[in-house]
């Protein structure tokens, strides 16, 4: 039997080593992973997209993708035939985002945000404020694989204006009920994980090596 080739995606700005504790039966699935390469000037996130498909060396694939990494293979299912195509606390169109980043998208806010900071770890982790935070940039600081300014700028923008209008009911979409950067209440149709953060790749892997393997095979 011809195994299914599986592709991950990680989230913005974010190497693939977030998935180091996913596990997959290697009987039936292969493992392939993604990573963020810089965009070219004014890129369209469809072409970047399309740049990305390049990437995928296998007929019918399943792509799973987390956060941005689930908006862009979104957008790659719409250039190549896939298997099935899976999101991880990300969102499938427009009316999933909060308010808060609806505001941001209209204001063009975006433009302000100091991303050359978010480059630059040390600084964040010295003045960053309580524990949860520090823990967060902790292990943004792990996992951070692009912090390249001209990326960061690119990859916020291009996540709060995604534009999508209607959700395809054919994306499994799979999130924790303690999302704070996509909040639970905006989200329809998915799979919910009982608490499961922004960062569940992380801390729900034994959630995902249980549920996955039939998740993809149904």
């Known amino acids: 039997m011809s195994k299914i080739h599986v592709y991950f995606m990680p989230g913005l700005a974010a190497s693939p080593k977030i998935f ?10 292969e493992m392939h992973f993604l990573e963020w390469f810089l965009p070219e000037k004014n890129e369209p996130l469809e072409v970047y997209a399309k740049r990305m498909t390049a990437e995928i060396k296998h007929e019918n694939p399943v792509l799973i993708g987390v956060s941005f990494g689930g908006i862009l293979v979104q957008e790659m299912a719409e250039l190549i035939p896939v298997r099935k195509t ?4 990300s969102v499938k169109c427009r009316d999933e985002f909060p308010m808060l980043m609806k505001l941001a998208k209209n204001a063009k806010a975006y433009k302000l945000i100091p991303t050359r900071m978010f480059s630059n770890v040390e600084f964040l ?3 960053g404020i309580g524990e949860k935070v520090k823990e967060r940039l ?3 600081k792990m996992y951070l694989s692009v912090n390249d300014k001209k990326y960061l700028d690119w990859a916020i923008e291009h996540v709060l204006i995604w534009n999508r209008k209607k959700a395809d009911e054919k994306i499994v979409h799979i999130h924790g009920d303690a999302d704070d950067v996509f909040p639970i209440k905006n989200i329809k149709n998915c799979i919910v994980v009982k608490g499961g953060t922004h960062a569940m790749i992380l801390f729900k892997y034994k959630w995902m090596n249980e549920n996955l393997p039939g998740i993809i095979a149904e």
């Not at 180091?20 to 699935?29: A, G, S």
């Not at 899976?86 to 606390?89: E, N, Q």
């Open 125 to 127: 982790l010295k003045y």
């Open 20 to 29: 180091e504790r996913i596990q997959l039966p290697e009987d039936t699935f």
């Open 86 to 89: 899976i999101i991880i606390s």
């Open 138 to 140: 902790e292990l943004y």
